[in-house]
């Protein structure tokens, strides 16, 4: 069973920057779709990131250059680097990990079965 632990949710301020980690355990495969993704209060879940077996990144329209996800040798974390925050990103992030999922259904759409509680990022001004 797929075990999933985010950390580094904090609060920062606008512009400011976080790194968050996504633990994976309990995973014997490797070859993973591992996406973000963001719940605000009162809002839809969002995509925010995703990284397929291949190595290709696609991102929310919202990123605009400023995360990058990515993950170590292993397949055992899953980062994603916040830079220049936004007020408006104030959410719960949460990652997903689908094992030898091929890239061609690796997308937002996903219904991934592999979900961690989230960790909050809260941006002040």
Do not use: H
């Given at each position: ?39 605000a ?28 996800i ?22 719960m ?33």
């Amino acid at each position: 069973q797929v075990q999933l632990v985010e950390s580094g949710g904090n609060s920062v301020q606008s512009g400011g920057s976080l790194r968050l980690s996504c633990t994976v355990s309990g995973n014997p495969y490797i070859s993973n779709c591992v996406a973000w993704f963001r719940q605000a209060p009162g809002k839809k879940r969002e995509g925010v990131a995703i990284l397929d077996r291949d190595g290709k990144t696609t991102y929310g329209d919202f990123v605009e250059g400023r995360f990058t996800i990515s993950q170590d040798g292993a397949e055992k974390i899953v980062f994603l680097q916040m830079n220049n925050v936004k007020l408006e990103e104030t959410a719960m992030y949460s990652c997903a990990v689908e094992p030898f999922l091929p890239p061609t259904f690796c997308d937002f759409d996903y219904s991934f079965a592999n979900w961690g509680q989230g960790t909050q990022v809260t941006v002040s001004s």
